[in-house]
């Protein structure tokens, strides 16, 4: 604990890792005897000696984090993205996230950091079962002599992102109908293919496409066309 708040414990010991089963059992142990509801893990490399590429590998060290939540405890773990891919557009973060895809799939949740010339920027690539937050940009400033979080409002980087991808979709739609598979393929460089279902998805719903066909080898295949709703009035 810390004399200027009880409430954190900071625990730094070498050789703990959360796929060794002492070492678990003693972490699971420290959560109960100190009633702790919230756990910070920096960073994800640093507590297990599996293959951070090996799925199943991985999976362990899930497994191991599964215990902890189970316990009714929320755990945040710290992670790096693979070097070299900063550029990468916002619809495509969740595939920047290194190691094997087990890692992201297991997340309820994945928040991303990037900074951006003299802000950072946050945004939710995955929320489960429910809708992202908006992406929000911040900056570190001095309050008090405190180093303090100050709001800078919502990040407009990322809906360019997200018209730019509409923008695409009624293009390809104009010139021929198109299956999701074959808009995600075209705009590949734009967005992942998730993140293009979901738009896909969103302009199905409001209207902007409509499905004119079926096909496939069980007839399952949604064919997109795009319905102009300006010539509806």
């Not at 919230?38 to 199943?56: A, C, G, P, T, W």
């Not at 899930?62 to 316990?71: F, G, M, S, V, Y």
């Not at 003299?118 to 908006?134: C, H, P, V």
């Amino acid at each position: 604990t810390t004399e200027s708040d009880p409430s954190l414990l900071f625990v730094a010991r070498a050789g703990t890792k959360i796929d060794q089963e002492d070492s678990l059992k003693e972490i699971l142990e420290t959560i109960e005897e100190e009633d702790i509801q919230f756990v910070i893990i920096d960073s994800l490399s640093r507590i297990h000696n599996k293959d951070e590429n090996d799925n199943s590998q991985m999976a362990r060290v899930i497994d191991a984090l599964l215990q902890i939540t189970n316990k009714k405890v929320s755990v945040l773990v710290l992670h790096h993205h693979r070097k070299g891919e900063g550029g990468k557009s916002w619809g495509q973060k969740s595939e920047n996230v290194r190691g094997a895809s087990a890692i992201l799939a297991a997340l309820n949740s994945h928040l991303v950091i990037q900074r951006e010339d003299d802000k950072s920027i946050l945004i939710q690539t995955k929320l489960w079962e429910r809708e992202e937050m908006k992406p929000i940009s911040f900056r570190l400033a001095k309050v008090d002599d405190k180093i303090a979080f100050e709001h800078l409002g919502e990040y407009d980087g990322a809906k360019d992102v997200k018209q730019t991808l509409k923008d695409g979709i009624i293009q390809e739609l104009t010139e021929k109908d198109s299956t999701r598979a074959e808009l995600v393929e075209k705009l590949k460089d734009v967005g992942n293919s998730s993140y293009v279902a979901k738009i896909i998805a969103e302009m199905k719903k409001e209207g902007t496409i409509v499905v004119v066909d079926k096909i496939g080898p069980n007839m399952k295949t949604e064919l997109y066309k795009y319905h102009n709703l300006e010539n509806d009035f």
